[in-house]
Antibody
Framework: QVQLVQSGAEVKKPGSSVKVSCKAS????????FSWVRQAPGQGLEWMGG????????KYAQKFEGRVTITADESTRTAYMELSSLRSEDTAIYYC??????????WGQGTLVTVSS | DVVMTQSPLSLPVTLGQPASISCRSS???????????LNWFQQRPGQSPRRLIY???NRDSGVPDRFSGSGSGTDFTLKISRVEAEDVGVYYC?????????FGGGTKVEIK
């Protein structure tokens, strides 16, 4: 069974950066993509971007372009999402999710990132 | 970006009664490969989303058969034939045909 285990909650100051990890177990790693989706408190789901490990390429939603970096390390089966220049509006739960062929089939447990001075 | 519009925003339902959620896209979700990449997710309170349906009408393993998906082009529906207490949560449609992936705003299903 595929499992995506994310790193723990973070509290960050405005203007700083956060890096969240997502370790995959079960299934193949490289032939899937890994997306990052965030959910602000009481709000819906928002796709931020994704990476395909086998191609080592990432794509980002325009809203986050320049501020987010998504990478994957095949040797450790881990995907990462780094978000910089944090502001209070970035307070949210960040989910990693496995994607391929127009769908997301597995989700991580979510990582709460709180941005507060 | 493709805009996904769900209705209603909130859906109070009596236990054992049917429920229906609509999802409309701002452009056709038929991919050049012939597939339609429309997905439905359930998010129970305090949990991560869980996929229920992919490619319009394919139910995931372990998903009760009271859940069904239908539709084509730009107009899609998720139906619950008889709502149970465990179905409470927010339901999202998501399109994967066009980049970037986009989600509907969600429909909250609650028990009357």
């Amino acid at each position: 069974q595929v499992q995506l285990v994310q790193s723990g909650a973070e509290v960050k100051k405005p203007g700083s950066s956060v890096k969240v990890s997502c370790k995959a177990s079960g299934g193949t790693f490289s032939s899937y993509g890994f997306s990052w989706v965030r959910q602000a408190p009481g709000q819906g789901l928002e796709w931020m971007g994704g990476v395909i490990p086998i191609f080592d390429t990432a794509k980002y939603a325009q809203k986050f372009e320049g501020r987010v970096t998504i990478t994957a390390d095949e040797s450790t089966r881990t995907a990462y999402m780094e978000l910089s220049s944090l502001r209070s509006e970035d307070t949210a739960i960040y989910y990693c999710a496995r994607d391929r062929l127009g769908t997301i089939d597995f989700w991580g447990q979510g990582t709460l990132v709180t941005v507060s001075s | 970006d493709v805009v996904m519009t769900q209705s209603p925003l909130s859906l109070p339902v009596t236990l054992g009664q049917p429920a229906s959620i609509s999802c409309r896209s701002s452009q056709s979700l038929v991919h050049s490969d012939g597939n339609t990449y429309l997905n439905w997710f359930q998010q129970r309170p305090g949990q991560s989303p869980r996929r229920l349906i992919y490619k319009v009408s394919n139910r995931d393993s372990g998903v009760p058969d009271r859940f069904s998906g239908s539709g084509s082009g730009t107009d899609f529906t998720l139906k619950i034939s008889r709502v149970e207490a465990e179905d409470v949560g927010v339901y999202y449609c998501m399109q994967g045909t066009h980049w970037p992936l986009t989600f509907g705003g969600g429909t909250k299903v609650e028990i009357k």
